[in-house]
Every structure is written in structure tokens, then in C-alpha cells.
């Protein structure tokens, strides 16, 4: 259930209604706008009047909420959420934010170097893998924490922030100080242990949907991380699984948005996974922009063609700079910035 309070409700009047709701057995989720306060009532609902809350003073309106996820629908915030990192940057706001950086990081020289470019670009976040999901047990499987701490590093000297994977719960605690962002790929969309701890976790998750996920299971998988108390999501449209061989994945365009008719949380296009094609990425980067896609995320590499991982998909840093420019003209041409 939603109980959305009127502008002028005083605190007194809000604390007794999630009073009422705790005695009734709802876990309660309180979110303030910038006209009203929302409290979302999770758990057994079915059974409350809402019309004795309805009733009581400072409450605008009641409704129940159809939708199996309670927290990442719009009417939790209505607004739109908007997620600020502790250098000012912004997702879900008007500028198109743009994340790049290598598959994996492989050595120090060539994530200085990235960064370096990155930032001259425009680019805002530096990401890269230090853990690596691979489909075969003989590829590379990445640097681990030293990786991450050599990413860390270079971002804070060219003025960038950091996102890479974390891939399970024993790594989140180690990954803490050198992430601004948790990234959870595409096979753990469904790692619901994994996402309720990261709940808990105070720093922005960045979930990737499943190759073979649903919207509706993509929300209920935000869910997870949401009903623990960390509402800073920001959610990726990857591309799925589809019968069609020509491209690694089908991005789906339209779940963007889709994705911004029914949630709060900001959404997120990966051209890189969602075709596997560099020659590809620029066009599909482009049209998530487009679509209203909140940010964009990108592999690029100094020497792309010898990445050690998604080789095919990455773009050179030259690429990439002439990408940004481009995305500046769509992001200005729909009204908003890059």
C-alpha cells in the first residue's frame, strides 16, 4: 500500500501513521519528495481499512499497489529517483552520464591510460572488471583486489569514479573502499542472496538484467536490494537472449522506456554487451540516449583488438572520444546534457 501525505503534513502526523502501520504488521519505507512524503507499506496489507487511513489527518491519499514490486514502482516516488555521488555527479538527473573503461583491467599502464582518455573525453565513471564471470574456466578470471585497488587509483587521479562487479557476497566487504558503484552482472540478476545483502550494503548498485530476464523480474530482482533499505539502484538494459545469431544479444531498446513508465530508479544502456559488435556499439549507444536512457555504459581499451577479454565489443579510445561527441548532439536535441 502507498500513503501519500500532504504537502504540509507535520512529522508528528507522519510518525502516527507509520505508527499505525508498524502495529498492523507493515514494514514501512519512508521516501520525501520534493512536494510530499510516501510511505509504502510492504507485507499483509490485504486486510487494513484504507479508509481509516484515508481519514486520519495529513494523509492525501491511500492505494493499494497491484504490482508485484512495492518499492521500485514509480508510485514509491513518483518524482523519479535521483542518485548523487560525493563528487556531484548525478544519474537520473538531465545530463547523460557516461561510464568506460576495459573489460577487465589487465595492468597498471593500461587503466592509467584508459582513465587518462576517459576523463578527457567527458567520460564521468572509469569502469572495469577485477572479478570476471567467464563462460569457460580457462580464460581470464581477472586481477581481484590488487586489479580493483590499480582502477581505484587511477579514477582518483584523473577525477573519476569507480563501478566494477562484485560477483559474491564475500567480496563486498574487500571491494568497499575502492568502488563508488557495485555493479551486479547479468548472471547474478538472480542472486537473491547476493542482492539482499548488497541491501545492506550504503553505496549504489548498478543491476545488469539477465540474459534471459523479464522486466517485471528485473524490478523484482531491484526489489531485493530496495526492501533492504539501499535505494540507490540504478538498473541496465544489457541486451537478452533472443533466436537471433547476429549479434551477441538483442538490446532492447524499448525496455528503457518501458522501464521509466514503471519505476523511480534510472536506467542504464550497455551498447558493448547488448550487441558484442564494436562497429555496433556506437549506433545502439546513440539510441539508448534516445530512448531516455539515464546513462551509458561502454568497453574501450588503448589496444582494443588485444583486450584480454570481449575483444570484439570494445572500442578504441579514439572510438570512444568521437562517441561522446556524439552523444552530447542527441542529449542536446532531446534537452538534456552529456
Do not use: W
Request: hydrophobic share 40%; aromatic share 6%; with cysteine.
Amino acid at each position: 500500500m502507498i500513503v501519500a501525505m500532504q504537502e504540509l503534513a507535520t512529522e508528528e502526523q507522519i510518525d502516527a501513521i507509520i505508527q499505525e502501520m508498524v502495529e498492523a504488521g507493515v514494514n514501512v519505507h519512508r521516501t520525501t519528495g520534493a512536494s510530499q512524503t510516501i510511505l509504502a507499506g510492504v507485507g499483509p496489507t490485504q486486510a487494513l481499512d484504507l479508509t481509516a487511513f484515508e481519514q486520519m489527518p495529513g494523509v492525501m491519499y491511500v492505494h493499494r499497489i497491484s504490482s508485484p514490486y512495492k518499492l521500485a514502482g514509480r508510485g514509491f516516488r513518483p518524482e523519479g529517483t535521483i542518485i548523487e555521488f560525493e563528487n556531484g555527479v548525478k544519474i537520473g538527473g538531465n545530463e547523460v552520464v557516461v561510464m568506460a573503461g576495459p573489460c577487465s583491467i589487465e595492468n597498471e599502464a593500461q587503466i592509467q591510460e584508459t582513465a587518462r582518455r576517459v576523463k578527457a573525453s567527458g567520460g564521468k565513471f572509469l569502469r572495469g572488471g577485477a572479478f570476471k564471470p567467464r563462460s569457460s574456466p580457462y580464460a581470464f578470471q581477472g586481477l581481484g583486489i590488487p586489479g580493483l585497488k590499480l582502477m581505484f587509483e587511477a579514477a582518483r587521479e584523473h577525477g573519476l569514479l569507480c563501478v566494477s562487479e562484485v560477483m559474491e557476497i564475500s567480496q563486498i566487504e574487500p571491494m568497499l573502499p575502492y568502488v563508488d558503484l557495485f555493479q551486479v552482472g547479468a548472471r547474478n540478476m538472480q542472486n537473491y542472496n547476493l542482492l539482499r545483502e548488497l541491501g545492506k550494503a550504503r553505496k549504489p548498485i548498478l543491476l545488469k538484467r539477465g540474459i534471459a530476464g523479464t522486466i517485471e523480474e528485473l524490478l523484482l530482482s531491484s526489489e531485493y536490494i530496495l526492501a533492504g533499505g539501499n535505494y540507490d539502484v540504478i538498473l541496465c538494459e544489457r541486451g537478452i537472449r533472443t533466436y537471433e545469431t547476429a549479434t551477441r544479444n538483442t538490446m532492447d531498446i524499448s525496455a528503457i522506456p518501458v522501464i521509466h513508465k514503471l519505476s523511480h530508479l534510472p536506467i542504464v544502456g550497455d551498447p558493448s554487451h547488448g550487441t558484442g559488435r564494436r562497429d555496433m556499439v556506437g549506433a545502439m549507444a546513440l539510441a539508448s540516449v534516445a530512448a531516455g536512457a539515464d546513462a551509458i555504459i561502454v568497453e574501450v581499451h588503448p589496444n582494443a583488438d588485444k583486450a584480454a577479454s570481449d575483444a570484439a565489443q570494445t572500442l578504441y579510445l579514439e572510438q570512444f572520444d568521437t562517441l561522446m561527441g556524439q552523444i552530447r548532439l542527441v542529449a542536446k536535441a532531446i534537452g538534456r546534457t552529456a
